[in-house]
């Protein structure tokens, strides 16, 4: 039994590395990617999150459109989006995070940029309102953004404080599975 544990141990744990190794390398790149939602998108070689931030979803699909619009606004008007693992701003993390999983849900998760101005398209969307600082995957790089854009009420948190507040508040939370303070690889 213990010599079984072990062996499928080893080979998940394999698998988990070539899946790190080839996400780590993935950079992709378009000048009209098509925009899923506020923290998603689609490439024509695959689909990325927004790795560290929140976007609503399917049970807010008012707050939904908004957000997605945005994006495709930005998107235009910024020369598309690159996105990678590279990408993300570690300089801004404050606290330790929870690594997601390289996939989840047949996505990518990668940090991205606008290659107009190479602004952070994570920071972009929590600074106007469009998204939330997803905290434990962040490591709060993005809760400053987001507190200013509710105090000033800009974006969403002018449309639907309370879901905005609600969404916030569920994305503070450590998700199963990922202890405060660790990092999971």
Excluded: H
Excluded at 39 to 50: K, L, M, S, Y
Excluded at 59 to 79: E, F, H, N, T, Y
Excluded at 110 to 125: E, H, I
Excluded at 162 to 168: D, I, K, T, V
């Amino acid at each position: 039994m213990g010599a079984t544990f072990l062996i499928v141990a080893t080979y998940a744990i394999s698998q988990n590395k070539q899946s790190l190794v080839e996400v780590s390398k993935t950079r992709l790149s378009s000048p009209t990617p098509r925009i899923i939602d506020g923290d998603t998108v689609d490439f024509a070689n695959g689909r990325v999150r927004i790795v560290g931030i929140d976007a609503p979803d399917d049970d807010l699909p008012q707050l939904k459109a908004v957000s997605s619009d945005v994006l495709r606004g930005l998107v235009a008007r910024d020369g598309g989006m690159d996105c990678s693992v590279s990408m993300f701003d570690y300089a801004l993390r404050r606290e330790n995070q929870c690594r997601t999983d390289p996939k989840s849900y047949g996505r990518l998760n990668l940090a991205c940029r606008f290659p107009a101005n190479k602004a952070s398209v994570g920071a972009t969307m929590v600074a106007q309102g469009y998204a939330v600082d997803y905290r434990v995957f962040s490591g709060g790089a993005y809760v400053d953004l987001m507190q200013k854009a509710a105090a000033r009420r800009a974006g969403l948190w002018g449309v639907d404080y309370e879901a905005m507040r609600q969404l916030a508040v569920r994305r503070a939370q450590v998700p199963q599975g990922c202890e405060v303070g660790t990092i999971k690889q």
